[in-house]
């Protein structure tokens, strides 16, 4: 299923976001053994480092980047798109209960389409969903386009690990406990087959930072946390 493309990834990717919605932060939790909340908060550090203003949060899905970014003084507001409504639905209510309802504005859209101008914000973040682009390429290329001179564009993403060893033993072990994980807490076997997978078919956290940098993005920092199978990198739009 992960070598779907294009619009058709896009409607497979959007339909079962929304069906795991309601179970997606208690699956991420379990998975992770709630080293997600960690990872995430040292991405949104990093995102919000000396830049202040309006923030965009892509495949915001149920809110947590967003409102990791909040937490800083020097971030106004944060938008958090998303093509699945669903998860929206959720990050709303998570607002309104955190005091973030003034702060953060969802919207519903499609990175590789952003409804937004040329350099509209200080800081843009995406976090675990780059592997879900259906065109890796110009998905980048519109985040940099709505990104300000002097902004930063911060990826928290899954990546293979580096050492063949180690990459060969973890989606080993990722390829048996998520679907299980999946099917038993979430009832939904098939979405959480599709993490795994995705994670075969993606690139180590160097090619990510390639890309990246082939988009326009200058001064990469790279920084990985879970034995490696975890990256946070980071650009600067020059």
């Known amino acids: 299923m992960v070598q779907l493309k294009g619009n058709e990834k896009s409607r497979f990717v959007a339909s079962m976001f929304g069906r795991i919605s309601r179970r997606y932060d208690l699956l991420n939790t379990l998975m992770t053994v709630g080293m997600h909340y960690i990872w995430r908060r040292n991405a949104a550090k990093l995102a919000a480092y000396d ?3 309006d923030f965009l949060d892509i495949a915001s899905g149920t809110g947590d980047f967003a409102f990791d970014l909040l937490r800083f003084s020097n971030v106004n507001l944060v938008v958090g798109l998303d093509f699945s409504p ?3 639905d959720v990050a709303v209510v998570k607002s309104h209960d955190l005091g973030f309802t003034s702060k953060f504005l969802p919207v519903i859209g499609d990175v ?4 937004f101008p040329d350099e ?6 995406v976090g675990f969903g780059v592997r879900n682009f259906s065109n890796l390429q110009k998905a980048l290329a519109e985040i940099v386009r ?5 902004g930063r564009v911060t990826v928290l993403e899954i990546v293979r690990p580096r050492g063949k060893f180690f990459a060969i033993m973890f989606l080993r072990y990722f390829n048996w406990f998520t679907p299980k994980l999946g099917r038993f807490f979430a009832r939904d076997y098939e979405a959480y087959r599709y ?3 995705s994670v075969q078919h993606f690139m180590s956290a160097k090619q990510l930072a390639s890309v990246l940098e082939s988009v326009g993005l200058r001064d990469i920092v790279i920084r990985t946390r879970g034995m490696g199978s975890v990256a946070i990198i980071s650009g600067v739009k020059p």
């Open 51 to 53: 830049i202040s203003g």
């Open 86 to 88: 669903e998860m929206l």
């Open 112 to 115: 590789h389409t952003l409804p």
């Open 120 to 125: 509209r914000f200080s800081g843009t973040t």
């Open 146 to 150: 709505v990104t300000g001179r002097g």
């Open 195 to 197: 993490l795994p997978e």
